[in-house]
């Protein structure tokens, strides 16, 4: 079974490396366990050597442990760290795009947001639209808060709520409408729920009428709990 099948996303946390390190050997094969485990035997010792020895296994066959390389390398972290994430944000394998989404995101690399703006409206894998989502709402900027708002239209209700929480993050500009469809049309009720919050985040009182049209009619409880929440933000402000 591929890895990414059997372990929660985000992953790779520097935090958390001790833990992941034991999650990424369920679930291989024994050889990129191997592999897997040797490249973080490696990190513990990050001579110019070893490194080198990580950066080896970029070219490994496996996506899983091209991966685990990709994240060693970018945190160690090495010079060409953000070349490498921006790369192998184009490899064939969705769980090495979304490793180096995250990363780049962690990176706040400005460079990288319209190849992320292209992960989140063409790439096939939800689970890396939605993390380039989340990248480009760390990256910030007029630029990423544009792709951000393409997120909106996504047919998968996780990088909707993606969108909306980093246009929420990084800027107010041209959000209102679409957020405004999003909190009256959308089908799903927690992306409704994420638009209300986003609209009394965002200072939006024009945004008041809509928000209580939702807490007079939307089917849901949580809905309108949000919206009338949002309502009574924008109203103190």
Known sequence: MSLERCM?????????????????????SQDSATRIENIYSLQADPTEANLERVRKELDNPDGDVRATALHVLVTQPVADGSDLALTFLEDEHPFV???????????????????LGRRLTD??????????????????????????????????????????MGVSRVSPADSLDGLVVLLREDPEWEVRVQAARALAGLGMSEAIPDLQAVVDEDPNEFVRAAAAHAVKVLGTE
């Open 123 to 164: 790439d096939e894998d939800w689970h890396v639209r939605q993390r380039a989502a989340e990248a480009l709402a760390k990256v910030g900027g007029e630029e990423a808060a544009g792709l951000l708002r393409a997120g909106f239209n996504d047919p998968i209700k996780e990088v909707r709520r993606a969108s909306i």
């Open 8 to 28: 929660e996303f985000p992953v790779f946390r520097t935090a958390v490396l001790a833990l992941l390190a034991g999650l990424l050997l369920v679930g291989c």
């Open 97 to 115: 795009r979304m490793t180096a989404a995250i990363l780049l995101g962690d990176l706040q690399e400005q460079q990288a947001v319209p190849e």
